[in-house]
């Protein structure tokens, strides 16, 4: 498949030639800016690695793999690039799912900062590369495989090998707005227990006069869903940086939450006294009953990516 997928490159090489769904809403893909390269495709095996019953195992225990160590010019300032400190070395999982034809590959591929053309074909599906945010270093591995090579990666491994989702639908296709709720059930069913970031992205926001799904609407879904939301356009390049900090950033915020989380128990269970359980009692009622005002609070944030 190519970017530049216009009516007749819509039914591009990508899946063995399978017929591809009509595009909707979709301009071809300019000449493509200059990219700093910093990415290169993953390997078919580590793709398989990393769908082996053993590392879905690790997955759903939040512990990740360690992908390929890449080299990154010195001489880059913006943030998808490298160059930072070998400080943090796990590697987050990053999933984009949606409708076909939304733009997960174009996004996908901003990333990866591989270029359009035939560099494009030979990338694959998989994408490899250090980001610094808030100054520190962070490697994702974005997998754009969700209903790829004529379902060869099963619904089920991609749900439960994620450490963050993207839900991408296209502001220019209703259709593919109602598919992204489904898969947030979806995944809400499959990762019951994980309190796994996810991100609504309505892609295509360039696209105004085919506008079907407003911002507001988006918006809605997303405080409905209890994800965080974006638009971007993949096409002039916006917000992509800011979608890829911001599933950085819903990682460390969970991480960080969990780990005081477990401290505070620890300390609390050593020296809890009567009085503190029953306020403790007490604070659980009163949450219960201020949940409209989290819900209203969390409409106020859910386009926040650095924020929970
Ligand atoms: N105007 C516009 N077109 C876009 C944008 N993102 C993607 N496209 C175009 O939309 C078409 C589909 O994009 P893809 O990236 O292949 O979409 P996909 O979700 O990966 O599709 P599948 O591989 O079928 O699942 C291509 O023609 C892209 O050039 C965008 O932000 N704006």
């Not at 490159?9 to 769904?21: F, I, K, P, T």
């Not at 590697?91 to 900062?113: D, H, T």
Request: with cysteine.
């Amino acid at each position: 498949m190519t970017l530049n997928g216009g009516d007749s490159g819509a039914g591009g090489s990508r899946g063995g030639g399978r017929e591809r769904e009509r595009r909707r809403g979709s301009t071809p893909w300019g000449p493509a800016p200059p990219l700093h390269r910093r990415s290169m495709p993953v390997d078919e095996r580590d793709l398989q690695a990393a769908l082996t019953p053993g590392s879905l195992a690790a997955a759903a225990a939040g512990t990740g793999t360690q992908g390929p160590r890449l080299d990154w010019p010195e001489d880059s300032e913006d943030s998808l690039s490298s160059g930072g400190s070998d400080s943090d070395e796990s590697v987050y999982k990053v999933l984009l799912l949606g409708a076909p034809g939304v733009g997960k590959s174009a996004l996908a591929r901003i990333f990866g900062g591989v270029e359009d053309g035939p560099e494009a074909e030979a990338a694959g599906h998989t994408y490899d590369r250090s980001i610094v945010v808030d100054g520190e270093e962070a490697s994702l591995m974005v997998y754009d495989i969700w209903e790829q090579d004529g379902g060869r990666w099963l619904p089920g491994h991609c749900m439960a090998m994620g450490d963050a989702y993207v839900i991408v639908y296209s502001v220019t296709d209703k259709g593919s707005f109602e598919k992204a709720s489904e898969l947030r059930v979806q995944l809400r069913r499959a990762r019951q227990t994980d309190d796994v970031p996810i991100i609504l992205v309505g892609n295509k926001s360039d696209l105004v006069r085919s506008r079907e799904v407003s911002v507001d609407e988006g918006r809605a879904c997303a405080v409905v869903f209890d994800c965080k939301f974006i638009e971007t356009s993949a096409a002039l390049h916006h917000n992509v940086q800011a979608l890829f900090e911001g599933v950085v950033r819903q990682i460390r915020l969970r991480r960080d939450s969990k780990e005081a989380n477990a401290r505070r128990q620890a300390g609390t269970r050593r020296r809890e006294s009567l009085g503190k359980k029953a306020k403790r009692f007490l604070g659980r009622i009163v949450a219960r009953n201020s949940r409209k005002m989290a819900f209203r609070a969390k409409s106020k944030s859910c386009h926040d990516l650095s924020v929970l």
